[in-house]
Nanobody, 123 residues
Framework: QVQLVETGGGLVQAGGSLRLSCVVS???????TAWFRQAPGKDREFVAR????????DYADSVKGRFTISRDVAKNTEYLQMNSLIPEDTAVYFC?????????????????WGQGTQVTVPY
């Protein structure tokens, strides 16, 4: 059974930084993973993902140049470094995983989800 545990959220002032972590357990090397977020009253949206080989990264336009995804294979952990945070980044951030993803930006493609971690950037 795949389990995902996110940590690292919190309250940070605009312009600040946070690093989120997602520990992945119970999966194999064929697992696809990605980060999503959901703001109050809004749909869950894609944030970032790294290919299984680690050779490719993709980001939502809204976070490009500010967020960086990385992975520590030995620790089975993915990270989301978030810099230059703005109030619009306020959301619950989720780590997601699935075996076999066709459209990696679609939440419905993923059947394993962490509990989420809250990120708040006040105005």
């Amino acid at each position: 059974q795949v389990q995902l545990v996110e940590t690292g959220g919190g309250l940070v002032q605009a312009g600040g930084s946070l690093r989120l972590s997602c520990v992945v357990s119970g999966g194999t090397s064929t697992l696809y993973t990605a980060w999503f977020r959901q703001a109050p009253g809004k749909d869950r949206e894609f944030v970032a993902r790294m290919s299984r080989t680690g050779s490719t990264t993709d980001y939502a336009d809204s976070v490009k140049g500010r967020f960086t995804i990385s992975r520590d294979v030995a620790k089975n952990t993915e990270y989301l470094q978030m810099n230059s945070l703005i109030p619009e980044d306020t959301a619950v951030y989720f780590c997601a995983a699935a075996y076999g993803v066709r459209v990696y930006t679609r939440p419905m493609e993923y059947n394993y989800w962490g509990q989420g971690t809250q990120v708040t950037v006040p105005y």
